[in-house]
């Protein structure tokens, strides 16, 4: 009876190891697929666009041509974009996570709340830009102004904040607090002096993985009516602009006719793919330099 026993444990093991392999072996070639993708289209992008990448073309104005067409204004224009979208992301984003998580009461209509805003983060982009021709655009009479593409990102990354921030407020030893309160604080004070510097390496790192979303997102911008002409720099929010990813967009389009264009918009990819590589950088040197350990 026991050897039997031990055939079936064996048999059991046996499988179980032969299906973690499987497995194993299934997601080593998934990822090494990605990365070889990954690889060819950056070695596409760099070998086409490296070589107009000089200080002309990164302070120049858009011009119809391609020899003297220069960036200037998109770089601007991101970040005129993200200077309206950071706020208010942030702002908006992280009361809402403290309020959530913090002060709601727990019940049917909170949980509604909260699936509603999971759900938010996983709508189309183009949804958004709908929305925003709709409210900011139309209904504001903002028009095609940097107030109202800033607006219309925020509420697209607004969602993943607010889930990544109750996420690291939920991930804070509730000992903390209670420890906190035990001593006489008052609820906000516990908030302000110990679960908000406890939580915020999570708060910023999700933060800023959703401002790199920010930067390069197209179809709303699209939706918006965003152009990419010969548009003088914008120098306020209620000027009108263009961005990086919508100059990538068109000169792509216009490739087809202009080969020119296609060296252009691989430049101008390599430039806004160093922008997201600094900003993951700052999120990563924010997550080592202020997380603690409790």
Not at 126 to 153: C, D, E, K, Q
């Amino acid at each position: 009876m026991h050897s039997l026993t031990d055939q079936k444990v064996k048999a059991r093991m046996k499988r179980r190891v032969m299906s973690n392999n499987i497995f194993k072996a299934i997601f080593f070639l998934a990822t090494t697929f990605g990365i070889m993708v990954l690889g060819v289209l950056l070695y596409q992008v760099i070998s086409e666009g490296i070589r107009f990448i000089d200080w002309n073309f990164l302070t120049g104005k858009l011009s119809t041509d391609p020899d003297r067409a220069g960036i200037m204004g998109a770089i601007l224009g991101t970040m005129w974009l993200m200077a309206v979208v950071v706020p208010v992301t942030m702002i908006l984003g992280i009361a809402t996570a403290i309020y959530n998580e913090l002060y709601a009461k727990k019940g049917k209509f909170q949980a509604i709340i909260q699936t509603n805003i999971s759900n938010l983060s996983g709508v189309p982009s183009i949804v958004y830009g709908i929305l925003g021709m709709t409210i900011f655009a139309s209904a504001l009479n903002l028009g095609s102004v940097v107030l109202a593409g800033g607006l219309t990102l925020s509420l697209l990354v607004l969602p993943i904040v607010i889930v990544s921030s109750q996420e690291a407020i939920r991930a804070v030893p509730g000992f903390l607090s209670e420890a906190s309160i035990g001593l006489g604080a008052t609820k906000w004070q516990t908030v302000k002096n110990i679960i908000l510097p406890a939580s915020l390496p999570g708060i910023l790192t999700g933060t800023i993985l959703a401002l790199s979303r920010a930067i390069g997102e197209t179809a709303p911008l699209v939706v918006l009516g965003i152009p990419a002409l010969l548009l003088p720099f914008p120098n306020g929010l209620m000027d009108r602009f263009t961005v990086l990813p919508m100059q990538i967009y068109y000169w792509t389009l216009d490739s087809s006719l202009v080969e020119e264009y296609k060296f252009l918009a691989s430049a101008t990819i390599i430039v806004l793919l160093l922008m997201l590589f600094i900003l993951n950088s700052v999120a990563i040197i924010i997550r080592n330099k202020f997380q603690r350990r409790y």
